[in-house]
């Protein structure tokens, strides 16, 4: 059974830093590609950050310079570290996995950046 669990959201001021984490169980996590994806209330989910098995990442424009997407494969674990948030960052942060032709998603974890 494939899961992935989200933490790390919360409320912050906007210039201040969250570190999200999605630990996942029933895969062979060091051969995935591992996503984050936002959705911001009223808008489309997103594709924020991804992480190839050989480390190598994209990102979004929007978070470029700011977001950093890791993974700790010993830990079947990614992270997403966001710095200098802004306002726009607020939203529901998913972290996603592509097994067997299936999406997986987690439950979401909150971020909430006040001005």
């Known amino acids: 059974q494939v899961r992935l669990v989200e933490s790390g959201g919360g409320l912050v001021q906007a210039g201040g830093s969250l570190r999200l984490s999605c630990r996942t169980s029933?895969?062979?996590?060091?051969?995935?590609?591992m996503n984050w994806h936002r959705q911001a209330p009223g808008n489309e989910r997103e594709l924020v950050a991804a992480i190839n098995s050989d480390g190598s990442t994209n990102y979004t424009d929007s978070v470029k310079g700011r977001f950093t997407i890791s993974r700790d494969n010993a830990r079947n674990t990614v992270y997403l570290q966001m710095n200098s948030l802004k306002v726009e960052d607020t939203g529901d942060y998913y972290c996603?996995?592509?097994?067997?032709?299936?999406?997986?998603w987690g439950q979401g974890t909150q971020v909430t950046v006040s001005s």
């Open positions: 996603q996995v592509r097994w067997k032709s299936l999406n997986y």
């Open positions: 029933g895969i062979n996590f060091k051969i995935h590609r």
